[in-house]
């Protein structure tokens, strides 16, 4: 069985601390890693997909890497429109291909 | 381009009514999915439609039916209502393949009284 553990569960910062989130995962296979933002009361908000171990994408102060075990999202400089969930998906290369999220890691960056 | 949009955005109901949420994905995309988010379960699938055929489905009971049109536009159905079914419900759709990556729209949240 597919799974995904998202640590922190939560993570408060000050703004300019830089930070990391991981997410560890257990696949049969992977197929694509997916990190999503989701503010409160919204839909996810697509970020980043990552396929294969040693890829890095970036966006703004946001980069997201991956190995064969786990995904990190690093927060370089937060500001406080930071602040939101971040959420990591995997989908197996078997199976069903439906994408297993993790918890999430909640973020507040404060001024 | 337009995003995925939901209607209503916030809906409440009592036990053992039935109650159809409405999707309309992003122009183009063939694959729509509903998920159920909880603060104590986080995202779960429950099913996903393409071209008019559901395509998978999670683990939930039969009371959750779904369906989706020749337009791509989707419904989802609850019927008999529980206080559990309280949720945000969330359509997320991509243009059909297996392997891409999936846009959410912006919600419903269903409270059941």
């Known amino acids: 069985e597919d799974q995904v553990t998202q640590s922190p569960e939560a993570l408060r910062l000050q703004e300019g601390e830089s930070s990391s989130l991981n997410c560890s995962y257990t696949v049969s296979g992977l197929r694509g890693l997916f990190w999503y933002r989701q503010d409160p009361g919204k839909g996810p908000e697509f970020l980043f997909t990552?396929?294969?171990a040693g890829e890095e994408k970036e966006k703004e102060r946001l980069k997201a890497t991956l190995t064969k075990k786990e995904s990190f999202l690093h927060i370089t400089a937060p500001k406080p429109e930071d602040s939101a969930t971040y959420l990591c998906a995997v989908q197996a290369r078997g199976g069903s291909y439906i994408p297993t999220f993790g918890r999430g890691t909640s973020l507040i960056v404060h001024p | 381009k337009a995003g995925v949009t939901q209607t209503p955005r916030y809906l409440i109901k009592t036990r053992g009514q039935q109650v159809t949420l409405s999707c309309s994905p992003i122009?183009?995309?063939?694959?729509v999915s509903w998920y159920q988010q909880t603060p104590g379960q986080g995202l779960q699938f429950l099913f996903e439609?393409?071209?008019?055929?559901?395509?998978n489905k999670g683990n939930f009971p039969g009371r959750f039916s779904g369906r989706q049109f020749s337009n791509s536009r989707s419904e989802m159905n609850v019927s008999t209502l529980e206080l559990g079914d309280s949720a945000l419900y969330l359509c997320?759709?991509?243009?059909?393949?297996?392997?891409?990556?999936?846009?959410f729209g912006p919600g419903t949240r269903l409270l059941v009284l």
């Open positions: 997320a759709s991509k243009v059909g393949g297996s392997f891409e990556t999936q846009y």
């Open positions: 439609y393409f071209s008019e055929t559901q395509r």
């Open positions: 990552l396929y294969s």
């Open positions: 122009s183009g995309h063939r694959s």
